[in-house]
């Protein structure tokens, strides 16, 4: 079982940066992908960054070279530095335990509560 909360999101300027970050439970967080999600308001939830046990990360088209996804194992912690921010990127975030980048939501078996980022113009 694994617990996961985010923190660090907030209201930014477009063109600004956010770092959110996501504190898992348990002992064998290093052993698991992680990924962080978002979620605006009358869409599906996106998988926008996916970092492996291995360190081994992708990306959404929509956030190349924007956002970066880090975990610290020692810490228990992933996560997602957003810079050049858009109002476009205006959403819930999550952080998710356990999927892969290719399957999706589905393939995902634990989840935060989500942190709202939102990006004014």
């Known amino acids: 079982q694994v617990q996961l909360v985010e923190s660090g999101g907030g209201l930014v300027q477009a063109g600004g940066s956010l770092r959110l970050s996501c504190a898992a439970s348990?002992?064998?967080?290093?052993?698991?992908?992680m990924g962080w999600f978002r979620q605006a308001p009358g869409k599906e939830r996106e998988l926008v960054a996916h970092i492996t046990s291995g360190g081994s990360t992708n990306y959404a088209d929509s956030v190349k070279g924007r956002f970066t996804i880090s975990r610290d194992n020692a810490k228990n912690t992933v996560y997602l530095q957003m810079n050049s921010l858009k109002p476009e990127d205006t959403a819930v975030y999550y952080c998710?335990?356990?999927?892969?980048?290719?399957?999706?939501?589905?393939?995902?078996?634990?989840w935060g509560q989500g942190t709202q980022v939102t990006v004014s113009s």
């Open positions: 348990g002992r064998t967080f290093g052993s698991y992908a």
């Open positions: 998710a335990a356990g999927g892969s980048f290719y399957y999706g939501a589905r393939s995902f078996n634990y």
